[in-house]
């Protein structure tokens, strides 16, 4: 008599978990669409930006899948907005802010810890930690790992490289700093295997000044 519909239950007890009318399917796999070509499914919001898809546990709504502004979001905590995708294909994570230029594909935010704002990348204590900037998507072509910053978390070192497998810079676990070699002796040693020229000071002034002081 309310107008819900039941696929596969008799149980009435679970329309207390909807807000109205509806279709409740309880079962295996409820739902199950073929088909070659065209869309399988279409949800259609036919005016304001929202939720499309609720995702319920135990009656209560934990998470969201809709459209704003043109793209899709996600929620959690209920209808919490958490990661964006808009309409141009930028990605923003704690935002829905778009970035001031339209090459930054990929943003995060965070204005609630007190302007902090983090990015973790985790590794197992005996492996490493990695970020790399490519050109290239074939593999073993330099180009596909032109650029990486290696933290190593067993000797807590971090390493900047270049030009595929050149190690320009290396900061020890003592916070010693090597360039052009990676176990530096002093605070900072550079090196270089032809070059006499091992470093350069310039100035745009009349003169040019190296201090150099002992407490």
Known sequence: SSGNVGIGTDDTSHYKNTSCNGIMMRGGQVIDIARDNDLQLTLNRLTADGANIGLYQGGALKGTIGTKSGGIYFGTGGDTERLRINSGGQVLVGTDTNPAYTNRRFTVADSTN???????????????????????TTSGQTGAYAGKVKYDHANNTMGFYVNGTTEALRILSSGKVGIGLTNPGAELQVYHATSNTIAQFESGDAGAVVVLKDN
């Open 114 to 136: 007190s302007g902090t704002c983090a990015v973790e990348i985790r590794g197992s204590a005996s492996g490493d930690s990695r970020l790399y900037f490519t050109s290239s």
